[in-house]
């Protein structure tokens, strides 16, 4: 068996998994190291808010109606 990822691994699986499907080892890795750190679910939090933060701006920005209050 592989040994337990780092956070440094983690984060960076993190941040590839906003730009490609993970495969299932992957996930398993991430999952299993986010019950033991907490220091990476909030990381992985940040990274979500900010995806939806620029997702919201650019709706704004092109002028999208529906994304306005």
């Known amino acids: 068996m592989k040994p337990m990822k780092s956070c440094r691994d983690i984060t960076r699986l993190v941040l590839e998994g906003e730009v490609r ?36 701006w650019k709706a704004y920005a092109e002028g999208d109606d529906t994304s306005r209050g």
């Open 21 to 56: 499907q993970l495969s299932l080892a992957e996930r398993v890795q991430v999952r299993l190291h986010m019950w033991i750190c907490a220091a990476c679910p909030r990381f992985q939090r940040q990274v979500r808010f900010m995806r939806q933060a620029m997702g919201t």
